[in-house]
């Protein structure tokens, strides 16, 4: 069975930086595409970063420079560090597949979902 389980959010000051985990089960993450997405309060899920089977990385325009997505096939696991917060991060956080190799801009290409993990940026 496919499964993802995000880690690693929690309330952070302005500025600072979270390191977010994508736990991966049921199939070999070498072979698919990971995508981030958050979510804030009243909000559409909104994609962030998406990283394919040939480690090309795409980034929404709002994040560039401040997260990055990586994977660690061996640890069936793939990340997101996130620097220099700002309070309009304030969202869950999810990682997702397409289940394919390639990336998609749709949310909905993306099949299978994690619970998400909240990641709240306040002074």
């Known amino acids: 069975q496919v499964q993802l389980v995000e880690s690693g959010g929690g309330l952070v000051q302005p500025g600072g930086s979270l390191r977010l985990s994508c736990e991966t089960s049921g199939f070999t993450l070498s072979y698919y595409a990971i995508g981030w997405f958050r979510q804030a309060p009243g909000k559409e899920r909104e994609g962030v970063s998406c990283i394919n089977s040939y480690d090309v990385i795409s980034y929404a325009d709002s994040v560039k420079g401040r997260f990055t997505i990586s994977r660690d096939n061996a640890k069936n696991a793939v990340y997101l560090q996130i620097n220099s917060l700002k309070p309009e991060d304030t969202a869950v956080y999810y990682c997702?597949?397409?289940?394919?190799?390639?990336?998609?801009?749709?949310?909905?290409?993306?099949?299978?979902w994690g619970p998400g993990t909240q990641v709240t940026v306040s002074s």
């Open positions: 997702a597949t397409t289940h394919e190799f390639w990336c998609s801009d749709t949310v909905t290409a993306f099949t299978v």
